[in-house]
């Protein structure tokens, strides 16, 4: 693989997203992955979402970056939500195109995305939640230095099942966050 070719790069979500994210939430196999439940998603219930994204990101409330190739390519979304400023603690996950899994572009957008945690906001613990099932999450979250603290059991529904939610989290002393 050639430097160029794993080359990545974090931007705000801008407006354009909203079709290719919208591609990803019909992606059956990717919103398996994704915490969140399963729910009927049309072009402008997409826009809306991305439009408040960008007032969020820009207000600081949740930050949700854009992962992009060197062309300027969408190649997909890592975030830095539910931000307590107070406790110093905040929520990640990240979703990555299909076409571009498995070419370590989770360990390269955590690479820029954990400086602006625990640097630019202040963080003292970022958290990750991941499907019981998600094991590639799993590997990433640990190889990134994340300890696992936790199972709920059954704590989502989806597809007609329950499911366990494992809870990750990495702390600003531990060798992971300095990256």
């Known amino acids: 693989?050639?430097?160029?070719?794993?080359?990545?790069?974090?931007?705000?979500?801008?407006?354009?997203?909203?079709?290719?994210?919208?591609?990803?939430?019909?992606n059956p196999e990717m919103m398996r992955m994704v915490v969140a439940p399963r729910r009927t998603i049309t072009a402008e219930i997409e826009q809306r979402w991305i439009e408040q994204a960008i007032v969020d990101h820009r207000e600081g409330r949740h930050l949700r970056f854009g992962i992009v190739r060197p062309d300027g390519r969408l190649i997909g979304a890592v975030h830095l939500t539910h931000?307590?400023?107070?406790?110093?603690?905040?929520?990640?996950?990240?979703?990555?195109?299909?076409?571009?899994?498995?070419?370590?572009?989770g360990r390269q957008a955590y690479a820029l995305a954990l400086p602006i945690a625990f640097g630019e906001l202040g963080m003292n613990g970022v958290r990750a939640y991941v499907l019981h099932y998600n094991t590639a999450s799993q590997r990433l979250y640990t190889a990134l230095g994340f300890q696992l603290e936790g199972?709920?059991?059954?704590?989502?529904?989806?597809?007609?099942?329950?499911?366990d939610l494992l809870m990750y989290s990495l702390l600003r002393d531990e060798p992971g966050a300095t990256r």
């Open 1 to 26: 693989m050639e430097a160029a070719d794993t080359a990545i790069a974090l931007r705000p979500l801008e407006p354009e997203d909203s079709a290719i994210t919208l591609t990803w939430r019909h």
């Open 151 to 163: 199972r709920q059991r059954q704590a989502v529904y989806k597809d007609d099942a329950f499911h």
């Open 83 to 105: 931000i307590d400023r107070e406790n110093r603690h905040c929520r990640t996950g990240i979703m990555i195109d299909p076409s571009e899994q498995g070419r370590g572009r």
